[in-house]
């Protein structure tokens, strides 16, 4: 019969430890899990990277929820459990439930410890915890006004780097003299200090905190100076405690923590107890890789396979606050028997001391530069007796007998069992393994299947070179393409740092962004332009000396410097009247040439550019608008007849289409975007090879998507079916506005998708009405301010100057 | 050589160009980032596009036909691409923009 394991928290060790049971005794337990917060397993250690923007919620997801569907595991989200009944073995959440258990394992992890003042519970005091501290502080930051700190340490510091990224005036009290005491020494972390000085954030130490002030809300803190500092957030980052209310009221033995053996079982057999909330040997730790080494320990307990123990190593510190490097790993307080090593390069910023004991480290601090950070490590687990190397052991690894700096060596020089990833405690012959085994060729893979670098990430870079030593030319790291060369960031990273900064002009991005140009190229312009048009509707002004010609004049250059003009008509319908102003509009022009297009509308070529303001003028008349045939926007919606004429129409394609047109036009995109929807399958629109189409049928409209039929020849792919008119349109405009905010300047839908996946558009698209909704309804807000004929607008006087040629010189004009 | 008061500066956009039309032909007059006036020929040595319609950027243009990127300074072709059109010599005197145009004047006449 199977046992009933049941876990009470639901963080990253207990996660981890049902991997690992999941993969040594898969069918031992029926599994229970009750967490408190209301949501699935998720990277705690990545809350810094989803406050300062440069994540998303849903990046950090360990498990999503059909991982527990997968393995039968019942989850109870927001249940806390309040009592442990151990003679009945049975746990009860507070929402009532009760349920029994074999074998149970705690992991209720820690509480942030708040420090006793008057004014702690005001609302507007937060606790850097879980993803609801982050959630409230996001909504504070919106305010762009003050926020204190509270706590100098790992937490306080990426707390207070995180809201001043999303804008804040940021100040970090700290109780001691230096930041991080107990991971850097003063110096180091007086480099800290100036570091994150320098990122605009105060700092003030040996601050004591008296109380948090205000009436109703936070106003400021009072310190014991009786300064005041104003503030509308404070952020308590002083420490955390083990969760253990609930071991204690159960009877079960606990100190600082919950104690348990080498083995993580509690002093009752039945009970076994991993992470933050557990106590062993004396120690309490909230580092994640000693705690995912518990989870492997409690997994072997339980399945019963192998006799694990856990045993204490000490775990390098890093501090994930983008572009401050520092490292620090074991005891490095002074002492008679120590001696040390320093290498400082003030101008460079770089600090790096080694502590020995008898020949040996026992501890490093790095700022500035820590490459070599795991190379000490190494050192210091083994015991290396370093005085062979010592003249030119904190040069590090690259400067040790005669060994090339070429990275590649270094890596090939690590011992197989040296350690790679620190949170997963992957060493290196793991990874080489692996990847031989069961031929592993991209950096995904190797994550999924040996962990490294699927937490914290800073190692990525190291199992990045041990997959090109390994797999030589068969590993080809997905390099960034940058935009142009202005600048090594990629699209992707431009956009998400527009949003994550709050970026609102080319001269800001560029400056923020550090671009390597005055005033970037004809690549990089136009694309961030559209992506600041995108992403600000509402405050971003069009700069036309950044959009290229066709846009700027809002016609077709051709080969001749003349232009061709194409007004809209929607649908593809037109009447007499509109051909009778086509006809004359092309007489009074002399306009060579007039054409059908491909997406059913007249062309009108060869219009001298003088010319333009006036021809567009007649068209207006007429109630022409432009067609935006020129435009990284949406140009056509082609349609059939469909139920108006022809006999085996299922829907109104031809009034589809033109509602469709009538509400999408005007919009900007990364690239064009052409739609069509054909009234039966016999899709005489073409929609199939469109960017967006639409198939009716009997039953609705199908929606397709990701066709293409220029350089490329691509059918679409159905995106979903729906019923009513009101629907298509929606799904259409939501699946528009995710490619807005997600494609890359130029790429066309159907290479969007390839890279985003049909599933994950599907996902957000068609099965989450609410991400459909907020999609539609940002499309909505931005159309606001996209839907104004340039047309009319250059009629009446706008940037004149751009149609007509500078003062002509006549010859009685000479100055001299 | 004659110098002609085409305009003052704010007659041309920042990081944009106006056309200049001349009995020998257009002259592109631009207006960098810096506030740097500079007048070519308004005729890319590909293939003939007019490059009072590109985008500017730096000290330089980038034709609106194919994309090739002309310097301003010495009037070539930037990167891997050769040619090369002609400067016209210009000044900004008391913010009004003057035009040298001496032998194509002389070639007019």
Known sequence: MTEKLVIVGNGMAPGRMLEHLLEAAPNRFQITIFNAEPRVNYDRIMLSPVLSGEKQYEEIVIHGDGWYIKHGITLYKGHKVVAIDRDAKTITSNQGVTETYDKLVIATGSVPFVIPVPGKDLPGVLSYRDLDDVSAMLVAAQSRETAVVIGGGLLGLEAAAGLAERGMDVTVLHVMPTLMERQLDPAAGYLLQQAVEERGIKVRTKANTKAILGNGKVEGVELETGEIIPATLVVMAVGIRPNVVLATEAGLEVKRGIVTDNRMVTSDPDILSVGECTEIDGRVYGLVAPLYEMAKVAAAQLAGTEAKRFVHADTPTKLKVTGIDLYSIGDFADGEDREEIILRDASAGIYKRVILQDNKIIGTVLFGETADGPWFNELKKKAVDISGIRDTLIFGQAFQGGVSTDPLAAIAALADDAEVCGCNGVCKSTITSVI?????????????????????????????????????????????????????????????????????????????????????????????????????????????????????????????????????????????????????????????????????????????????????????????????????????????????????????????????????????????????????????????????????????????????????????????????????????????????????????????????????????????????????????????????????????????????????ISFNEAAE | MNWFDIGEINDIPLRGARCLKTRQGKIAVFRTHEDRIYAIEDHCPHKGGPLSQGIVHGAAVTCPLHNWVISLETGKALGPDDGAVRTIPVRVEEGRILVGLGELLAAAE
């Open chain 1, 436 to 808: 031989a085994e069961k031929g592993l060729t991209s950096l995904e893979d190797v994550r999924a299947h040996t962990k490294a670098s699927a937490s914290c990430g800073t190692c990525t870079g190291l199992v990045e070179k041990i997959m090109t030593l390994t797999l030589g030319d068969g590993y080809n790291p997905a390099v960034v393409q940058p935009m142009c060369g202005c600048t090594d960031l990629g699209h992707d990273d431009v956009r998400r740092l527009i949003k994550a900064k709050s970026l609102k002009t080319i001269p800001q991005v560029m400056q923020e962004l550090e671009w390597k140009t005055s005033c970037g190229c004809a690549k990089c312009r136009p694309a961030l332009n559209y992506y600041l048009v995108a992403d600000w509707p509402a405050e971003y002004a069009d700069d036309y000396q950044s959009r290229f010609i066709n846009e700027r004049v809002h016609a077709n250059i051709q080969k001749d410097g003349t232009y061709s003009v194409v007004p809209r008509m929607w649908g593809g319908v037109t009447s007499a009247g509109e051909l009778r102003a086509i006809a004359d509009v092309v007489d009074k022009f002399a306009i060579p040439a007039v054409k059908v297009t491909g997406g059913q509308r007249i062309d009108m070529l060869g219009v001298r550019k003088e010319d333009l303001p006036a021809v567009w003028a007649d068209l207006g008349k007429a109630g022409f608008v432009s067609g935006h045939a020129y435009a990284k926007g949406l140009r056509t919606v082609k349609t059939c007849v469909g139920t108006d004429w022809c006999r085996f129409g299922t829907q109104d394609s031809t009034g589809l289409g033109v509602r469709i047109e009538k509400f999408m036009w005007g919009s900007w995109t990364p690239a064009k975007v052409k739609m069509a929807v054909s009234g039966c399958p016999r899709n005489c629109a073409e929609a199939t090879c469109k960017d967006v189409g639409v198939i009716c049928v009997d039953s609705g409209y199908e929606i397709h998507f990701a066709g293409a039929a220029g350089l490329d020849i691509k059918g679409t792919e159905v995106l979903g079916q729906v019923r009513t008119e009101e629907e298509a349109l929606e799904v259409i405009v939501a699946l528009t506005q995710m490619y807005r905010e997600q494609g890359r300047y130029l790429e066309r839908i159907y290479k969007w998708a390839r890279r985003i996946g049909r599933d994950e558009i599907q996902r957000q698209i068609i099965d989450d009405p609410q991400k459909r909704k907020a999609y539609f309804d940002r499309f909505v807000f931005s159309q606001k301010f996209a839907q104004v004929d340039p047309w009319s607008q250059r009629v009446s006087g706008k940037d004149k100057h751009e149609f007509s040629p500078i003062a002509p």
